[in-house]
């Protein structure tokens, strides 16, 4: 159990999960080139001591690995777990309440405590550019806080247990933002901040804002859980950490008394700035939007602060490894949240939001009828509207019958829906819809569409091992690559605006129709790069989930409409980068070079094995 972030470094250390790099380090791209390098290559957490134009410390690739992250947690996670199956069914501890005894009681003594209002405060009031002003990818608007918890309470019912813990990425500088006085807060209407702007606005006063940094790891890892109802992100920092969450108040903020960093401040109603861009977890640079200015109040430093981040960029990343220990913790709670669902799995390397694999269950049809999609039609459009689901594009959705399934299993599960699937009858498609705000596919900010994509029943087709002859030898298409059994990619010409892209397919509908059948290849994507496509699974699920719009970007070979309903023989997914797209992220050539140095023979990181 830590009491803080040192504790947590020290422990790291001599358990030989953490090296100190000494050499001096640019914030500016050439520590988030070092850690992605690291992070790649399965390295420890780093703890940059020389941090160029500030005398504190900085510490990433905590949680690189999930071994670290349960390594962090081994003295608490058994128990968090079980207290969180027993808020998803309370049941349990009525059946056997003396086995879940300890458990309560740990439940119990982890409530926030506040400490006496006069106490002091064991921190330094600094600057915002006291702080390690870390710019993650070259075209960044300015330097980000990564892993920040931000605190707000409701203006309706104050109090620490009526308090969301968020975490929104902080833009430091940059933009129009005035040095020291301002920052920016990214983040979505619906989130828990939100709400309490939204009452906040409505009550036309301020809402008080306070960013802790740093502190006991569980206090981090709490800021991104999705909790049972009832249950505090507070609440949950406590019972991760075995440390009871400590704070004071100082001008009426609310203060961390273990972060490391704590800035305070107000939003005001309607008071927004251009924030971004900013290299983002989809692996493109998310733009520049407004988003709500924190006017800074006050900003406070323990003397041997040290500040954690991480970087953001196409998956895997460290990120990942959040949402691995969130589905650990919290696996169960799908099932009760969602009657009928067996898991859902949000695809990492499609960059978590845009699609999502499931597997439901299948009740409505007898089997000795037509064996097809009822019940999980259902169930998608319950996934669709539940929290951070509803940001999905695709969902891909089955249910059981004789063979076990496992959704993380990707190439697999997919597989088993290609063999199945009925596309005159199996595609759902939700237009003129919402859209997370990150995702540049669609047709304006948080715009977009969704497509269900559900099978059920016998199998229906052998999937292509080969290209198959009708993919060949067409005009204005060339290159056709395997990626996987059913899906193959074919390079097109170079995206200019829909109305062409319309042409252009009723081409290659028209062509293949002509050869002949592809049965046996029932989805084809449409790219710029076939050979990059086909290279790995991670590359297919990338570029083509995170550059398509259903709506929009999805064709079929032999389409037709039937009452409203569309369908066809082939899927065809315009996967192109399209003009309106986001750039993706490219590492700086330059720092590249520049980084070298730490991992030399005699330098920090010689032992980390990078490419």
Known sequence: MYQNLEDCIIDLEKNGHLVRVKEEVDPHLEMAAIHLKVYEAGGPALLFENVKGSKFKAVSNLFGTIERSKFIFRSTWDSVQTVIALRNDPIKALKNPLKHVKTGLAASTALPVKKNKNAPVTMEEISIEDIPSI??????????????????????????????LGMYRVQLNGNDYETNKEIGLHYQIHRGIGVHQAKANK???????????????????????????????????????????RYSYIDGYCISNDADFVITGEI???????????????????????????????????????????????????????GEMIHELTGGAVKQELPGVKEVHAVDAAGVHPLLFAIGSERYTPYQQVKQPTEILTIANKILGTGQLSLAKFLFITAEE???????????????????????????????????????SGTGLNQGSKVVIAAFGDKKRELCTDVPDGLKDISKFGNPQLVMPGVVAIEGPEFQNYDLAQKELKELDDTIQAKGSV??????????????????????????????????????????????????????????IKTHHAPPLVEDPGVEKQIERVFTKGASLEGVKVQ
């Open 519 to 576: 049965e046996s290849c029932p989805m084809i994507v449409l790219c710029d790069d076939s050979t990059f496509m086909s290279a790995t699974d991670k590359n297919f699920l990338w570029a083509t989930f995170t550059r398509s719009n259903p709506s929009h970007d999805i064709y079929g070979v032999n389409s037709s409409y039937e009452n409203k309903h569309w369908s066809c023989e082939t899927m065809i997914i315009d996967a192109r």
């Open 203 to 245: 009550l036309g006063k301020p809402l008080k804002v306070s960013i802790f940094i740093g502190g006991p790891p569980a206090h981090t890892l709490s800021s991104v859980m999705p909790l049972p109802e009832g249950m505090s992100e507070m609440t949950f920092a406590g019972l991760l950490a075995g440390r009871r969450f």
């Open 402 to 440: 004789d063979i076990p399934l496992n959704s993380h299993d990707e190439t697999a599960f997919l597989k088993y829906i290609l063999e199945r699937i009925d596309l005159k009858r199996d595609l759902h498609f939700y237009t003129n819809t919402t859209m997370d705000t990150l995702d540049y």
């Open 268 to 322: 005001h109603p309607n008071d927004t700035k251009p924030e971004g861009p900013f290299g983002d977890h989809l692996g493109y640079y998310s733009l520049t939007h407004s988003f709500p200015v924190m006017k800074v109040h006050k900003v406070y430093a323990k003397s041997n602060a040290i500040l954690p981040f991480t970087v953001v960029g196409r998956p895997p990343q460290e990120d990942t490894v959040f």
């Open 135 to 164: 710019q993650h990818w070259p075209m960044d608007g300015g330097a980000f806080i990564t892993l920040p918890q931000v605190y707000t309470e409701d203006p309706e019912k104050p109090g620490i247990m009526n308090s969301n």
